[in-house]
């Protein structure tokens, strides 16, 4: 696998959790297959591959479909245009976070601390994610700019929901902390642009 398609992993990976996250704003519910895919690789830190950060590529082809609808101005109705607004919000904030080392080493430890728990009961379990959540908002909350997230309010004002949404928050936080460690910059999507939509469609034919 090539740095591109690497890199490509990451982005995918953090659009697929973008995605849950207005998906869950929006109606308050998660595609739970989905959900797992970007609360594991949360405690996934030492992984050998960035494959193996989300278990397997297989597990990133939504997020793969969805870059290529966004990079071929492609998706009709069903596009979402405040998607690539969230996820311009979240490298910006993962900039601020590189350069933030006390906050960064709080969410490591933050991490390390909850895993025992997360493998016991699952990622996707409420107590892991209202943890996970109560991590985000001790921490990464903290750092500007903020991510502002657009929903239902019925939905925004549940403590659970607004819970899981930080925590999927973290998780696209993680995929945009991976993107950047691989070389990848916001340069990349003006000067490498054919190159990224060459290795979404081959991942997507795999």
């Known amino acids: 696998m090539s740095f591109m398609d690497d890199r490509v992993l990451a ?10 996250v207005r998906r869950i704003a929006e109606t308050g519910e998660a595609d739970n297959a989905v959900l797992g895919t970007a609360t594991d690789s949360v405690f996934r830190i030492d992984a050998a591959s960035p494959e193996e950060v ?13 870059l290529l609808d966004y990079f ?3 998706g009709g109705d069903a596009r979402d ?10 490298m910006q904030l993962e900039r601020r976070f590189a350069r933030e080392d006390a906050t960064a080493k709080k969410v490591h430890e933050g991490i390390l601390a909850l895993a025992p ?14 943890a996970l959540g109560s991590l985000y908002s001790d921490t990464v909350s903290h750092l500007r700019p903020r991510v502002m997230v657009q ?10 929901i607004v819970s899981e949404i930080r925590a999927v928050l973290l998780a696209a936080l993680r995929s945009a902390v991976l ?6 910059s916001l340069w990349d999507f003006v000067l490498r642009r054919r190159a990224l939509v060459g290795s979404v469609q081959s991942q997507l034919r795999l």
């Open 11 to 20: 982005l995918a990976g953090m659009v697929q959790a973008l995605r849950q």
């Open 54 to 66: 989300y278990g397997h590529a297989d597990a990133l082809k939504p997020g793969m479909q969805l």
């Open 72 to 74: 071929s101005n492609s």
């Open 81 to 90: 245009d405040l998607l690539p607004r969230l996820a311009l919000a979240v």
């Open 117 to 130: 728990t997360a493998e016991r009961l699952g990622s996707t379990h409420p107590d892991v994610l209202n």
């Open 151 to 160: 929903g239902n309010p019925h939905y925004l004002g549940q403590a659970a």
């Open 179 to 184: 993107w950047r460690q691989l070389g990848g």
